[in-house]
C-alpha cells in the first residue's frame, strides 16, 4: 500500500537552531514528491518539486533532498517567521494515463525567538 | 505567477440548504483542479479530481451527489456541498495543475472555512 509518513508529528526550535524534517514514502513508481507549507487557516504554500533520487532544491533557508525512499526538508537557522505545518505529498501512479497525490500527515514546525 | 483564489473565504449555513464554493486559478489555463478537505490538525484529503468539460472524478467513500463538482472552464471549478449538515463543517481546499492526468505541481487556494449549523 502506497503510503508517505512525516516525522516528527511536531518540531519546537529555538530561532537559529537548524534542524530536518523527515518525509518517508513507500510508493511504487515515485512520479514527484512536493513539499509546502501550511499556515493555520489558509491552504498549503507550494514549496518544492522533487523528481528523483540525489535532487536537491533551495529555497532561502529551506533546502530539500530526495532518495529512493525519503525526502528531508533541511531548514537552517530558522527565524520565527518559518513557523508554520510543512506537507509532503507524493505522486504516484494509477495506471498509464492517470496518477494520485498522496499527503502526509505534517510536520507542524514551531520557532521560538 | 500561479495564483489559484477561492471564494467565499468562510461561510455559515443551515442544515439542509446548498453551498456553492467557486474555486479560480487568476494567471493561469488550469487543466486540472482538486478539492479537498482537511479537519483540524489533519493532512489534507483528496475528494476528487476534475479536469475541464468532463466528469469529475471521486475518491472511494466521497458522495459524487452530495458533492456536486463542476469544472466549466480552464479557470474555473465549483464544488457544491448540497443539503448541508454539521458533519460537512469543514476546511475545503481546492487546487490547480496546468498539466493534464495530474503529472505536474499543484498549486493551492486559501481555502473555505464552511460551518453548518
Known amino acids: 500500500e502506497d503510503q508517505v509518513t512525516q516525522s516528527p508529528e511536531a518540531l519546537r526550535l529555538q530561532e537559529g537552531e537548524s534542524s530536518s524534517l523527515n518525509c518517508s514514502y513507500t510508493?511504487?513508481?515515485?512520479?514527484?514528491l512536493f513539499w509546502y507549507r501550511q499556515d493555520p487557516g489558509k491552504g498549503p504554500e507550494f514549496l518544492f518539486t522533487l523528481y528523483s533520487a540525489g535532487e536537491e532544491k533551495e529555497k532561502e533557508r529551506l533546502k530539500a533532498t530526495l532518495t529512493k525512499k525519503e525526502s528531508f526538508l533541511h531548514i537552517t537557522a530558522p527565524k520565527p517567521e518559518d513557523s508554520a505545518t510543512y506537507l509532503c505529498a507524493v505522486q504516484a501512479p494509477v495506471d498509464s494515463s492517470a496518477s494520485k497525490i498522496i499527503f502526509g500527515s505534517g510536520t507542524r514546525l514551531s520557532i521560538r525567538p | 505567477g500561479a495564483v489559484v483564489s477561492q471564494h467565499p473565504s468562510w461561510v455559515i449555513c443551515k442544515s439542509g440548504t446548498s453551498v456553492k464554493i467557486e474555486c479560480r486559478s487568476l494567471d493561469f489555463q488550469a487543466t486540472t483542479m482538486f478539492w479537498y478537505r482537511q479537519f483540524p490538525k489533519q493532512s489534507l484529503m483528496l475528494m476528487a479530481t476534475s479536469n475541464e468539460g468532463s466528469k469529475a472524478t471521486y475518491e472511494q467513500g466521497v458522495e459524487k451527489d452530495k458533492f456536486l463538482i463542476n469544472h466549466a472552464s480552464l479557470t474555473l471549478s465549483t464544488l457544491t456541498v448540497t443539503s448541508a449538515h454539521p458533519e460537512d463543517s469543514s476546511f475545503y481546499i481546492c487546487?490547480?495543475?496546468?498539466?493534464?492526468?495530474?503529472?505536474?505541481?499543484?498549486?493551492f487556494g486559501p481555502g473555505t472555512r464552511l460551518t453548518v449549523l
Open positions: 487546487s490547480a495543475s496546468r498539466g493534464a492526468f495530474s503529472t505536474d505541481t499543484q498549486y
Open positions: 510508493v511504487s513508481g515515485l512520479r514527484g
